[in-house]
């Protein structure tokens, strides 16, 4: 057997893994030169989907040098992993850190007439330095993955961070600490006025973590808010001089000022749910001037209240977003509606049972109605219809009567 062959392929195969392995880790060593740069990327928010309503955020480490020049971006995640849904739905899903170049991407950002901004941060050639060897090592497989938070810990947070962390005691933002008169939730709707469905959505979802009134440094977990408040901070340099930490910003690509699109009137959630509002009131009362309750109304309203009920109670206690605890809209989206309405509403109820039901049912709406704070008038609508349901069942009760109403 000719051993030379084996033991020259061998060797050669060292060699490719060592050339590999040299390449991979040499960018984490590689040392900056002083004309490098760290600027902060920030994209404006966009209507393609609406994970770009809110913006993004990234930070770029170029040297002219060096030839280096790199992008890192917090909000990646792969749509083909397993369970990308129910992972998505309950806040496990991974994101990570992916790196490429500004230029890379532009084309994207243009097609889909978002901004494109550049601040270039006053570093020392230490933070700087320090920054990109905590970017690199971040990049590494085993540490590129995190656990998205939207509030908490997401794409301009995280560089945010980073930031902060490679500047040390030696940096100062002034809103950092100073209350913004808003919540998490109102920062959120500010951005959502175009999208009301998807408003609407996330708003019945959250809760009251939702409405925490925020500072300065939490409220930066919106990209255009991260860009602002640097644009004041502040950098004390090694002799003590105080500089602004932002030395200068461009405009790499500029959006086009477009009309902003309408949602159609008639697909306007809050046109849709008072319409339907009316209509069932107007049913309603219709049906109980001559003497009637009807039982597939209530259990068609009450059943539909009660499964999404039962949607919003498992985005609480069987997800890890953090913000959906504690939710109000519960209190009248009651998740024991479905099954509940059916022994409430059965051929053999007594008014009794028909009035202990709807009587809680209806401290519980207006308990809610009180709480939440989901924007628009369906928060409104869709609870009223309900407690008009609820008083015509409770009706044969306080006339006297102790039989039901005759139902169909």
Same mark, same amino acid.
């Given at each position: 057997?000719?051993?030379?062959?084996?033991?020259?392929?061998?060797?050669?195969?060292?060699?490719?893994?060592?050339?590999?392995?040299?390449?991979?880790?040499?960018? +984490?060593?590689?040392?900056?030169?002083?004309?490098?740069?760290?600027?902060?990327?920030?994209?404006?928010?966009?209507?393609?989907? +609406?994970?770009?309503?809110?913006?993004?955020?990234?930070?770029?480490?170029?040297?002219?040098?060096?030839?280096?020049?790199?992008?890192?971006?917090?909000?990646?995640?792969?749509?083909?992993?397993?369970?990308?849904?129910?992972?998505?739905?309950?806040?496990?899903?991974?994101?990570?850190?992916?790196?490429?170049?500004?230029?890379? /991407?532009?084309?994207?950002?243009?097609?889909?007439?978002?901004? +494109?901004?550049?601040?270039?941060?006053?570093?020392?050639?230490?933070?700087? !330095?320090?920054?990109?060897? #905590?970017?690199?090592?971040?990049?590494?497989?085993?540490?590129?993955?995190?656990?998205?938070?939207?509030?908490?810990?997401?794409?301009?947070?995280?560089?945010?961070?980073?930031?902060?962390?490679?500047?040390?005691?030696?940096?100062?933002?002034?809103?950092?600490?100073? @209350?913004?008169?808003?919540?998490?939730?109102?920062? @959120?709707?500010?951005? =959502?006025?175009?999208?009301?469905?998807?408003?609407?959505?996330?708003?019945?979802?959250?809760?009251?973590?939702?409405?925490? !009134?925020?500072?300065?440094?939490?409220?930066?977990?919106?990209?255009?808010?991260?860009?602002?408040?640097?644009?004041?901070?502040?950098?004390?340099?090694?002799?003590?001089?105080? /500089?602004?930490?932002?030395?200068?910003?461009?405009?790499?690509?500029?959006?086009?000022?477009?009309?902003?699109? *309408?949602?159609?009137?008639?697909?306007? %959630? #809050?046109?849709?749910?008072?319409?339907?509002?009316?209509? &069932?009131?107007?049913?309603?009362?219709?049906?109980?001037?001559?003497?009637? &309750? #009807?039982?597939?109304? #209530?259990?068609?309203?009450?059943?539909?209240?009660?499964?999404?009920?039962?949607?919003?109670?498992?985005?609480?206690?069987?997800?890890?977003?953090?913000?959906?605890?504690?939710?109000?809209?519960?209190?009248?989206?009651?998740?024991?509606?479905?099954?509940?309405?059916?022994?409430?509403?059965? =051929? @053999?109820?007594?008014?009794?049972?028909?009035?202990?039901?709807?009587?809680?049912?209806?401290?519980?709406?207006?308990?809610?109605?009180?709480?939440?704070? &989901?924007?628009?008038?369906?928060?409104?609508?869709? %609870?009223?219809?309900?407690?008009?349901?609820?008083?015509?069942? @409770?009706?044969?009760?306080? *006339?006297?009567?102790?039989? %039901?109403?005759?139902?169909?």
């Amino acid at each position: 057997m000719n051993r030379k062959p084996v033991a020259t392929r061998f060797l050669s195969f060292l060699l490719v893994v060592h050339c590999l392995l040299f390449t991979f880790y040499s960018s +984490i060593a590689q040392t900056l030169s002083p004309s490098a740069q760290a600027s902060l990327i920030t994209y404006g928010p966009g209507d393609d989907d +609406i994970s770009s309503s809110f913006g993004h955020t990234e930070i770029r480490i170029y040297d002219p040098v060096t030839g280096l020049d790199r992008d890192y971006s917090y909000g990646g995640f792969d749509y083909n992993a397993d369970s990308f849904v129910l992972k998505f739905l309950r806040g496990t899903l991974p994101y990570n850190l992916t790196v490429h170049s500004l230029y890379q /991407v532009i084309y994207y950002y243009q097609q889909t007439n978002r901004s +494109i901004r550049e601040q270039q941060l006053n570093l020392s050639p230490t933070q700087r !330095q320090r920054l990109f060897a #905590d970017l690199e090592a971040n990049y590494l497989p085993q540490n590129r993955e995190y656990r998205y938070k939207f509030y908490y810990d997401n794409c301009s947070t995280r560089p945010r961070d980073m930031i902060v962390k490679a500047c040390g005691d030696s940096l100062t933002i002034p809103s950092r600490a100073q @209350m913004t008169g808003k919540s998490y939730r109102d920062w @959120m709707n500010d951005y =959502l006025g175009g999208k009301p469905w998807s408003q609407l959505v996330m708003n019945l979802a959250i809760g009251k973590p939702a409405d925490e !009134q925020t500072d300065g440094w939490q409220a930066m977990y919106l990209p255009d808010q991260l860009h602002d408040q640097l644009a004041h901070a502040l950098l004390r340099q090694a002799n003590g001089q105080i /500089v602004p930490l932002v030395g200068g910003e461009r405009t790499v690509l500029s959006a086009q000022k477009t009309f902003r699109k *309408q949602v159609s009137l008639l697909l306007d %959630p #809050d046109v849709i749910f008072t319409i339907l509002g009316i209509v &069932v009131v107007v049913f309603t009362i219709r049906r109980y001037k001559l003497g009637r &309750v #009807d039982r597939w109304l #209530d259990l068609l309203l009450f059943s539909f209240t009660g499964f999404w009920g039962w949607i919003l109670f498992l985005l609480w206690v069987a997800t890890d977003h953090g913000v959906t605890a504690w939710n109000p809209t519960l209190l009248y989206m009651m998740p024991l509606h479905l099954p509940l309405i059916y022994w409430a509403t059965g =051929l @053999m109820a007594t008014a009794r049972r028909r009035t202990l039901y709807f009587g809680i049912t209806s401290v519980l709406i207006l308990l809610g109605m009180i709480l939440s704070k &989901v924007p628009g008038g369906v928060d409104v609508v869709f %609870p009223l219809m309900l407690l008009v349901r609820c008083i015509v069942n @409770m009706q044969p009760v306080r *006339q006297g009567r102790q039989t %039901p109403m005759r139902v169909a």
